[in-house]
T-cell receptor
Framework: RKEVEQDPGPFNVPEGATVAFNCTYS??????FFWYRQDCRKEPKLLMS???SGNEDGRFTAQLNRASQYISLLIRDSKLSDSATYLC????????????FGRGTSLIVHP | EPEVTQTPSHQVTQMGQEVILRCVPISNHLYFYWYRQILGQKVEFLVS????????KSEIFDDQFSVERPDGSNFTLKIRSTKLEDSAMYFC????????????FGDGTRLSIL
């Protein structure tokens, strides 16, 4: 089983839609979790950290489910500018402090 | 907003040559990282660095690679005897702490081995 798994998509949604991505991780001892976005041929940019109690930042909501070992990202009222690849990052997925990236989920928001 | 800077943005090198990729982390950050991303693939961790020594490294980071913090601001990745398969984007990142702190990435160096 891969350490961090994401559905590659693409998720193709109209502007204004709500879309959700999940990311599963294999190591139950994983310690911290993040969502990054990456535009084509650009660097990953931090979107938000994921806290145990769940957290929200504007249109974005992140949640952690330790029992089922997944994190989620919900995007409300999608904008064209949300089109990107969303990367799940898990620290400690491999049993160390090494950050493990998922392959990313591609989102395309169309008019 | 402070940012991580990387130079050069694009490096073209003949196979077998040595390259040095440079990074200036955010000034109050203590942890530094190198990653690579082969075109179309996921971001892969190479190495983390703290207090002037390597703290973690992946299987990819073999004897071909080395890192150094030659002065108070630069953090470098040296790749010796480059191979075609070393062609990738190389990202530097820094963070204030370890596992619970997010990392901030530079905009990368595109390394092309010919």
């Amino acid at each position: 089983r891969k350490e961090v798994e994401q559905d590659p998509g693409p998720f193709n949604v109209p502007e204004g839609a709500t879309v959700a991505f999940n990311c599963t991780y294999s190591n139950s001892a994983s310690q911290s979790f993040f969502w990054y976005r990456q535009d084509c041929r650009k660097e990953p940019k931090l979107l938000m950290s994921v806290y145990s109690s769940g957290n929200e930042d504007g249109r974005f909501t992140a949640q952690l489910n330790r029992a089922s070992q997944y994190i989620s990202l919900l995007i409300r009222d999608s904008k064209l500018s949300d089109s990107a690849t969303y990367l799940c990052v898990v620290n400690g997925a491999g049993g160390s402090y090494i950050p493990t990236f998922g392959r990313g989920t591609s989102l395309i928001v169309h008019p | 907003e402070p940012e991580v800077t990387q130079t050069p943005s694009h490096q073209v090198t003949q196979m077998g040559q040595e390259v040095i990729l440079r990074c200036v982390p955010i000034s109050n950050h203590l942890y530094f990282y190198w990653y690579r991303q082969i075109l179309g693939q996921k971001v892969e961790f190479l190495v983390s660095f703290y207090n002037n020594e390597i703290s973690e490294k992946s299987e990819i980071f073999d004897d071909q690679f080395s890192v150094e913090r030659p002065d108070g601001s630069n953090f470098t990745l040296k790749i010796r005897s480059t191979k075609l398969e070393d062609s990738a984007m190389y990202f530097c990142a820094s963070s204030q702490g370890t596992s619970d702190q997010p990392q901030h990435f530079g905009d990368g160096t595109r390394l092309s081995i010919l």
